[in-house]
C-alpha cells in the first residue's frame, strides 16, 4: 500500500516548475497545512503534461489527479499553458467515455506567490475526492 | 544501477514531522538503492562531503537528495555530485520539507509520504540520462527598461563597467518619480539637485544609447542574445532638429493641456517640455489637445521653431536592438482620488495626492513653489495631511504598506512649516512606520521642532464648508471624534504596480504577484533575480521601494549583469528537446506548437522529411513532445519515460 488507508486516498499533481511548484513551495515556506494525499511530480511546463499521463495515473491506481500552471498569459515560456488548457479541457470531456468521474481531475492555474491560493486548491481538491471516495476499491480489497 | 540516498533533517524543519530513520531504512529497501542515510543538514559542508565520499566509497552512479524544494538546492547539490565525478544530471531531490514537513501534521502520514516522495525520485534517477551543456556566445550588450532613478543608476553603473547600455524610457523624460520630487527625507536634500546631474551623466555616456518616449514592443530570445523591438512613439517634433528653447511652448494656443509630469495639477501646453531640468530636453506634442490634430489647423508651432523641426506627419518608428540582459526598472503607479468617494472622489480642488503637493512645493512646479491651494490660489495655512489612503485596506485591494508615505508626509509637514511659518499642520495616521537610518529620528523633529500635530486615527469623511474643507475623523489615542477645518488637504494615496506592469511582464517572461509587483527570484536570498536567466529588476517594481533601496537594487542588479557578462561564452541547458529521427514521421506538428519557433524542418539525405531542433533557441518546455503522436521529441531530462516511471512509482505498488 502506498497510501496509509483510511486515512489517505491517492492523489497525483503534476506542477509546473515555475508557478505552481513555487506556489506549493510558498505554500510550505508560509506553513499552510494541507492534506497529506498529494504526491507531486513537477514539470518545467503545464504544456508538457501528456493527458495520456493523467489517464495512465487514474487507470494504474490513483484515485485524482491535479494539474497546475502558470495563470493563463503568465506562462514562463508564453503560451505553454494554453496548450495544456486545450488538452486537458478536451481530457476532461473524455474521462466519462473511460468510465471515470470527471471531477476525479482537475486543472488549475497558482502563481509562485499564491501560497495561500495553493493551500485552498490542494484542500479542495482532496475533500472533494474523499466525497467521492476510493476510485479503485475493489482492486484494494482484493489485494 | 548503484543509486544513493541521502535524507535531510534540516534540523528540525524536517526530522520534527518526519521520522527520518525510518525513511532511510524503507529507502534501502527500495530496488536499485544500495546506500541509503540520513544527515543533520545534507547541504552544509560535511553534508556534501559525505555525499562526496559515499559516491568514491559504494560506487554510487546515481543520488537522490531527500530534503527541501529543488528550486533552492538543485544546483548546489548538482554541483556536489559534478565534483565527485558523476554527470549532474544523474541527480534528482525529493522536496520532503516545502511539500511534505511544513504543511502536514500527522507525523506518521508525513513519514509515509515522504518515503513515497523518495521513491519517486528514485525512480526518475534509475531513468535519468547523462546530459553536457553546450556554450554559446553572450552578447556583451544590457538593456535597461525605465529611466527612474534605479534605471540610471542600473545603465549608469553596466556602462562606468564597460558595458553598452540601451536605456527605454517611456515617458519623454527621464528622471521618474524622483524628478518630480521637491525635496528628499530625512537630510531635505533638493531632489533634482542630486538627480540633476545623475541625468546628465546619463545623456553625456559614450555608452548608453538613450530611447526616451519609447516603449517595449516586443522581446524575443533566450539570455545572451535577446532581439528586442522598441516603439519610438511619435513625438511630432523632429528631436535631431529640436533645441528645446521652449519658444513653441510658449507661444502654443492650446492652454488647457493635462500635464502627465505635474499630475494635473495646472494645465500646460499641447506642446511642451515636460520639465527645465529633462533629458533629453526636446518638446513633444500632445495629439489629444493640439489644435492641429483636433481640430485640423492651427500650425503656431510649425510658424515659431526656429529650426522647422515640427511635423504633424510623424508616425512611431520600429527599431530592433540586439542585447544580452536586460534589467527592468519600470517604477510604480499610483492610486487616482477616484477611488476615494468618502474624500470627495477627486471633486474637491483642495484635497489633492502627495505627489500633487510635491509639485506645489517645488520651485520648477506650476506654482513656482509658492504653496498655493488650487482653487483660489491663497497660501494655506491649516494643512491636513491623511496616511494610508488606500494602503493597508484589504477593501481597495491594497493590503500591504506603501513604504515610504508616513517619511514624505514628515517631509512635507515640514516644509509646509518652512514655507508658510504661521501655518500649522496635522497629520492622521495609522502607525508611523519610519525604520530607515535617520528616519525616526526625522518624523520626531516633524512633531518636536516643527508642532507638527499628529492623530492617531483614520479619516472617515471630508466635505466642504465655505472656503475651508472639513475633515472628520477619529482620534483614536484620545478615544474621540476630531473636526478639523482645513484649507488643503493631503492624501498619501496607495503605491501600485505600473500602469501596464503585467503585460510588460508577460513580454519578458517574469512573474509578476496579485499585485502587479514583479516576483523576484528568492526573497532574501536573489532579491534583484528573476527566474528568467538574463532578466534582473530593480526599483519599485518588485513593490514600493524608497529612494536608497531603489538606487540600491539598481547597482545590485547592475552588478550581476557584469558578472554575467564577465564570462563570453554561457553554457546552455542541456534539458532541451531532441529528435528520434527513426520514430518520427514528419508531420511536424511540433513545428507548429513550438512557442519558440525552435523547431524546422530537416530533409535527410534518403529523403525523409523530420523535425531538427535549434539547440540554442530551445527553452526546455516541453510542448512538443506532448503534441508529437509518436513520442519521437523527447524533452530530455522530462521524458516520457522518466514521468512516467514517477507515475508507476506512486500508483502501481
Redesign the interface.
Known sequence: MSVVAEKELRVVGFLCNWCSYGGADTAGVARFKQPTDLRIIRVPCSGRVDPLFVVKALLTGADGVLVSGCHPRDCHYTDGNFYARRRLEMLKRLLPFIGIDERRFHYTWVSASEGQKWQQVVAGFTNRLHQLGPLHAKKENEG | MRVGVFICHCGNNIAGTVDVAKVAAETRKLPGVVYATNYMYTCSEPGQEEIKQAIQKENLDRVVVAAC????HENTFRKTVEKAGLNRYFFEMA?I????S?????K???T??AI??VK?AVAKVMNDKPLYSSSFKVNKRVMVIGGGVAGMQAALDCADGGLDVVLVEKSPSIGGMMARLDKTFPTIDCSICILGPKMVDVAQHEKIKLYAYSEIEEIKGYVGNYQVKIRKKATYVDWTKCTGCGACMEKCPTRNAYDHFNFGVAPTRAINIPFPQAIPKKAKIDPTFCRQFTKGKCGVCAKICPTGAINYEMEDEIVTEDIGAIVVATGYGLFDLDKFPEYGAGRYPDVITGIQYERILNASGPTSGHILRPSDQTEPKTVVFVSCAGSRDKSLGVPYCSNFCCMYIAKQAILTKDHVPDSQSYVFYMDIRSPGKGYDEFTRRAQEDYGVKYIRGRVSRIYPKGKKMVVRGADTLLGTQVEIEADLVVLATAVISAPGA?NM??KL?I????FGFY?ESHPKLRPVET??SGVFLAGACQGPKDIPASVGQGSAAASKVLSLFSKDMLESDP?IAQVNINACVGCLKCVK?C??QAIKEEVLRSGKKVAKVIETVC?????C???CPCGAIQ?QH?T?NQ??A???A????
Open positions: 524544494s529543488p528550486r533552492m522536496n520539507r516545502e511539500h511534505i511544513w504543511i502536514g501534521e500527522d506518521e502520514l508525513n509515509n509520504k513515497e516522495a519517486m503585467a511582464a508577460e517572461h512573474s509578476y504577484d496579485t516576483v527566474n528568467t534539458a506548437t512557442p519558440f527553452a526546455g518546455c516541453g510542448v513532445t506532448s503534441t524533452l522530462f516520457d514521468l512516467l514517477e507515475v508507476n506512486i500508483c502501481q505498488s
